[in-house]
């Protein structure tokens, strides 16, 4: 398969999480336009260095791809997809609420983070994921002590959810589906139970 037949991932937010991201689809076998706030240009040093099958676009050009990862601070979460029509496309959120703050005026005890996202991404299927991990661990190999780096994963999109964990299983995860948006968010948002766990799934001893 060449570079240009292979599925396409658009990533909002080009540091540390959208890079780590970008790495994670390298190894998938995907494509990437990755996206920042102040355009391509600026990107020419991150796309050099990760390589072939990156490029730099615009935020509508990383939006227009069928899978979109959000990793941009939680603060510039609203700004960064003002505007943008999704139309039924995946977006995965990668964000995690570090702030504290609470852009709808609504109460994230009630709330997850992640629902907030999704009523700002109105029409996109949302998976919640790859904010568990730092963007070192995220980036590298998930191949490790003999086993498999665990992803976490929630939504309410069943084909949308398919979509995301085939994306992390062909980079070599192992992947974790908590169930729906709400409930699965509720675990893996920062401050939760899985926030930060690095877990490695072994091979079923025979
Ligand atoms: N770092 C981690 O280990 C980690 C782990 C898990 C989850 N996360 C989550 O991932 C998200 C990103 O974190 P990060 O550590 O990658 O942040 P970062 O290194 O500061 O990078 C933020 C990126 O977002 C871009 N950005 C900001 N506003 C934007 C806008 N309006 N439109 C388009 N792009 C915009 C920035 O572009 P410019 O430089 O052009 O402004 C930059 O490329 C956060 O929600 C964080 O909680 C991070």
Redesign the pocket.
Known sequence: MDSAERKLLGI???????QAMARTALRAGRRVVI????GPE?LAPVVSALGDGVSAGT?EQAAAAPTVVL????E?VP??VQGLQWNGRIVID???D?AGTDFEGSDLDRRTSSELVAGLVSGARVVKG???????V?GSDPHEAAGQRVIFLSGDDVDAKSEARRLFEDAGFSVIDLGDLVTGGRMQQIRAPLAGVNLIRLPDAD
């Open positions: 909002i937010g080009a540091g540390r999480l959208g996206a920042n706030s102040r600026s935020v990793a941009v601070p939680w510039q700004g960064a990668a964000t995690n570090f790859a904010n568990t991990l730092v963007a070192a995220l």
